[in-house]
């Protein structure tokens, strides 16, 4: 299994998940799932709207998103 290791830079992956769903960051996190590693950003764009947003950690591509 590859390390954890990020080719894109966290500041890029930011930019690409806040242009995809605008709001505050609240809370990030590198992790694994189903063989690719992703940052997820959970953002709030309007009081209680919670939304991730996963990026890519190797294409910087946004690979999903999902409200809370």
Do not use: H, I, N, Q
């Amino acid at each position: 299994e590859e390390p954890y290791t990020a080719t894109v830079p966290f500041e890029d992956a930011l930019r690409t998940a806040l242009k995809a769903k605008p709001g505050r960051l609240v809370e990030f996190y590198l992790y694994r799932e189903a063989g690719r590693l992703l940052y997820g950003f959970e953002t709030s764009a309007a009081v209680g709207k919670m939304v991730l947003v996963k990026v890519d950690a190797l294409t910087g591509k946004v690979a999903g998103s999902a409200g809370m």
